[in-house]
């Protein structure tokens, strides 16, 4: 069965700093990878997802992840926050042909001004 | 607007009687699941569903029904609620689970507090 590690729980980052967000996953072959933002009372929103391929993937809100086979990682990355990005993020895998989503259980990102 | 929609966003209950929370998403998607959200534990799935009449349990099934008689609608039934199924709840729905399709779009969470 494949899991998630998020080995933040909490990461406070100064406003126009650069972000990463670490994740790691556990599945013995290439999995779904995702990122979504769970913003105060609201649902979760996707950032972007990696399937194959190219291994920098972007997506919405100038949010990039670099997925890295031989570190099983698939680390969020931002090169400027801004403080709308205080929310909580969660890093999730996927199985081709299975419709479960695992996910990890979050970063809280706060934003100092 | 594509989305899932899901009622009531928020309810407070007494032990042992019976509640449904309704979801239902516009997107003619395949797939449908209910996560549980719970502090310090992420998101856990309760039950999927792969098309109309196919239901299978996910991780935490025990005390939840759920049906799809509809494409559209994936309801979740608590017969006899307890306090330890207070938690916020989210359906999603997904297209497919292949490469070009895979990917959920949440709902806007039901927050459930069990007396």
């Known amino acids: 069965a494949q899991s998630v590690t998020q080995p933040d729980i909490h990461i406070t980052v100064s406003e126009g700093a650069s972000l990463e967000l670490r994740c790691n996953y556990s599945?013995?072959?290439?999995?779904?990878l995702f990122w979504y933002v769970q913003s105060p009372g609201q649902g979760l929103q996707l950032l972007l997802k990696?399937?194959?391929?190219?291994?920098l993937v972007q997506g919405i809100k100038g949010f990039e992840a670099e997925f890295k086979r031989s570190q099983s990682s698939f680390n969020l990355r931002k090169p400027s926050v801004h403080w709308s990005d205080a929310a909580e993020y969660f890093c999730?895998?996927?199985?081709?042909?299975?419709?479960?989503?695992?996910f990890g259980k979050g970063t809280m990102l706060l934003v100092s001004p | 607007e594509a989305q899932v929609t899901q009622n009531p966003r928020y309810l407070i209950t007494v032990t042992g009687k019976k509640l449904t929370v309704t979801c239902s998403q516009n997107?003619?998607?395949?797939?449908m699941s209910w996560y549980r959200q719970d502090p310090g534990l992420g998101l856990r799935q309760i039950y999927y569903?792969?098309?109309?009449?196919?239901?299978d349990k996910g991780d935490v099934p025990e005390g939840y029904k759920v049906s799809r008689k509809e494409k559209r609608n994936f309801p979740l039934i608590l017969e006899s609620p307890s306090p330890n199924q207070t938690s916020l709840y989210f359906c999603?729905?997904?297209?497919?689970?292949?490469?070009?399709?895979?990917?959920?779009?949440f709902g806007s969470g039901t927050r459930l507090t069990v007396v």
């Open positions: 999603a729905s997904s297209p497919g689970t292949g490469a070009t399709n895979y990917g959920y779009t």
């Open positions: 599945y013995g072959a290439t999995p779904y």
């Open positions: 990696y399937f194959s391929g190219d291994t």
């Open positions: 999730a895998v996927g199985v081709l042909g299975y419709s479960t989503l695992t």
């Open positions: 997107m003619n998607h395949e797939y």
């Open positions: 569903s792969m098309n109309v009449e196919v239901t």
